[in-house]
Nanobody
Framework: VQLQASGGGLVQPGGSLRLSCVAS????????MYWYRQAPGKQRELVAG???????NYADFVKGRFTVSRDNAKKTTFLQMNSLKPEDTGVYYC?????WGQGTQVTVSS
């Protein structure tokens, strides 16, 4: 399985971005698939995702602002990020079963 994340960029505070993660290879389901992020000088942290049962999970710091969704037919998960803050800046990764995507940079700055 390979994961390809995209959709990052530079956005002003309060703006929105939509990240995509496309999975390729022998993938049974999109359950247990997550988004992480890593800010400069900080540890990688869980942002949101679908747990093993397919239910959504969100870190407290993104609840009400970020939404995960997926398209099973396209083997793609999405992370819709609204009301972005400068502290949301970092590299965003998708993750599943020990496999990391290559990351996509999100920069929130005026």
């Amino acid at each position: 399985v390979q994961l390809q994340a995209s959709g990052g960029g530079l956005v002003q505070p309060g703006g929105s971005l939509r990240l995509s993660c496309v999975a390729s290879g022998n993938l049974v389901s999109l359950n247990a698939m997550y988004w992480y992020r890593q800010a400069p000088g900080k540890q990688r942290e869980l942002v949101a995702g679908f747990n093993v049962l397919g239910n959504t999970n969100y870190a407290d710091f993104v609840k009400g602002r970020f939404t995960v969704s997926r398209d099973n037919a396209k083997k793609t998960t999405f992370l819709q990020m609204n009301s972005l803050k400068p502290e949301d800046t970092g590299v965003y990764y998708c993750y599943k079963a020990g496999i990391w995507g290559q990351g996509t940079q999100v920069t929130v700055s005026s």
